[in-house]
């Protein structure tokens, strides 16, 4: 069993930007392929990005229109997702989740592929 770990949630004002993080103690995020998601109240998981195990591939949902990043830092073990330009919308609880064996480019999205999730932080942001 791995598990997951985000942090760096928390309350902004519309237009701030917040960094969320993700590890895994129990092993390396450099050898999963590593997604994030996030569910409104009342709505349904959403993806928002992936990024590959080995050479860090990255993957978006088209909505995501450059406003997050998604990355991995080695050396510290921890993958990324960068916000920018937060709206009211974005409020969400935001997961992490991991799967060890790799997926192909056009299942990144599907969330019944990814075998590990984190508990998931709380983003809130205020009009």
């Known amino acids: 069993q791995v598990q997951l770990a985000e942090s760096g949630g928390g309350l902004v004002q519309a237009g701030d930007s917040l960094r969320l993080s993700c590890t895994a103690p129990a092993r390396s995020v450099t050898t999963m392929t590593m997604a994030w998601f996030r569910q409104g109240a009342g709505k349904e998981r959403d993806w928002i990005a992936s990024?590959?195990?080995?050479?860090?591939?990255?993957y978006y949902a088209d909505w995501v229109k450059g406003r997050f990043t998604t990355s991995r830092d080695s050396a510290k073990d921890t993958v990324y997702l960068e916000m920018n330009s937060l709206k009211p919308d974005d409020t969400a609880v935001y997961y992490c989740?991991?799967?060890?064996?790799?997926?192909?480019?056009?299942?990144?999205?599907?969330?019944?592929?990814?075998?590990?999730w984190g508990p998931g932080t709380q983003v809130t942001v205020s009009a």
């Open positions: 989740a991991a799967e060890p064996s790799g997926i192909l480019a056009e299942n990144m999205k599907l969330e019944r592929l990814y075998r590990y």
């Open positions: 990024i590959t195990y080995g050479t860090p591939n990255t």
